[in-house]
């Protein structure tokens, strides 16, 4: 058999401790003493501070390079992210692009779903399953002086933003001892199983309309609960671009952070994913898992020749409507006459009225060998 890494004592202690006292010493003190309003807008503010660190800053920003921030928000996200105690951005993001280039390999992902719920969850931390760090992968990282000033000093950055941030604030606010219970503990504990979850839930619960070669989901519950990560299959499928959750009624409050300081001045650069090729995603998978219903039964042939005929109709009206689109926005404004307007609406007419033809001719299909 073979022998399994020593354990992270350290890290052992920390997820128990602040566990403990999250579910322990937080209602305890509540009974006993209450929370005092200041404590608790002290606490919700942390939260979503440290939260969105992680998914704006560790994730999109610097893992990904989904968009650019200027220095003032880096600042600011490098600190709420120590304030989360999920490592220095430099190791997560190493940890993180590994992931990514690896997913689900069980040898090489460093939280690989594939491994079950508990080690992508936490597991992978209470070991010491990867001795000596790499990060080959970040050396664009560390010419970043602010990501290598929370890298070199980050015990500092973390004992002040968890234990002395909300002991000072709780104290101006005459309840220090309540402010460290919710602010640090409770709100630290929060902060730590929501992202968990992207790394375990969100590769194990949810639909798969954009690619089945990982096994990341997508799952609205999910974005709820991890400012917006739930729309995971989007993502790693896509993983350069600023958004998660595509769509307006999407709740990805990470990707209208990042929207917001770019209408301040304080980020650019978002990077998006042209609209056909999400869609050319969606519709490969719409094709292949039709293609796998019809595999079970005699009438296959048939219908699969139809459904083939219209994904390729469909995929060529969609293209022309969005490479017009492209071709539009390009131009300036002035430059656009009348009857460009009335051929972008055309195609578009034209590919809509193909889509209904298409999940017309697939509800049939589905409908007759059922």
């Known amino acids: 058999m073979t022998k399994k890494p020593p354990i992270l004592w350290l890290n052992l202690a920390i997820f128990i401790s602040t566990f403990a006292v999250a579910v322990i010493g937080v209602p305890w003190y509540g009974l006993q003493h209450g929370f005092s309003t200041a404590s608790m807008v002290i606490a919700a503010v942390f939260w979503l ?51 990514h280039k690896h997913v689900d390999d069980n040898d090489k992902d460093p939280y690989s779903a594939g491994r079950g719920f508990w080690f992508s969850h936490i597991g992978w931390m209470l070991r010491n399953y990867q001795p000596t760090p790499d990060y080959k992968n970040v050396r664009d990282l560390q010419k970043n002086a602010i990501v290598m000033n929370q890298h070199n000093h980050y015990g500092w950055w973390v004992l002040g933003t968890n234990i002395g941030a909300p002991l000072l604030l709780g104290a101006l606010f005459g309840d220090a001892l309540g402010t460290l219970l919710l602010a640090g503990f409770l709100r630290l504990v929060v902060v730590h199983h929501s992202t968990f979850f992207i790394n375990s839930l969100a590769h194990i619960w949810g639909s798969q309309p954009y690619s089945d070669q990982h096994s990341s989901r997508d799952n609205g519950v999910i974005a709820l ?76 042939a048939e219908w699969l020749h139809k459904l083939e005929l219209e994904y390729e109709q469909l995929l060529h009206k969609m293209q022309g409507y969005y490479d017009e689109k492209q071709r539009q926005l390009q131009l300036k404004r002035a430059e ?23 999940h017309a001719l697939r509800a049939q299909a589905h409908a007759v060998l059922n």
Request: aromatic fraction near 12%; charged fraction near 20%; charge should be positive.
């Open 225 to 300: 609960l991890t400012y917006g990560e739930g729309y995971h299959n989007f993502h790693h499928t896509f993983e350069y671009d600023y958004r998660n959750g595509i769509r307006w009624w999407h709740f990805d409050p990470t990707k209208w952070l990042i929207r917001a300081l770019e209408k301040c001045g304080l980020a650019s650069s978002l990077r998006r994913v042209p609209a056909g090729r999400i869609e050319a995603a969606r519709l490969s998978m719409q094709l292949k898992s039709s293609q796998r219903l019809l595999a079970e039964h005699q009438l296959a």
């Open 49 to 99: 501070w440290s939260g969105m660190s992680i998914t704006a800053g560790y994730h999109r920003l610097w893992s990904h390079k989904a968009w650019q921030a200027h220095p003032s928000v880096q600042w600011l996200l490098a600190i709420g992210g120590a304030m989360a105690m999920q490592n220095s951005i430099l190791h997560w993001c190493a940890d993180h692009r590994v992931h």
């Open 336 to 358: 656009l006459d009348r009857s460009a307007r009335e051929r972008l609406a055309e195609l578009r007419d034209a590919f809509e009225l193909q889509q209904r033809q298409w």
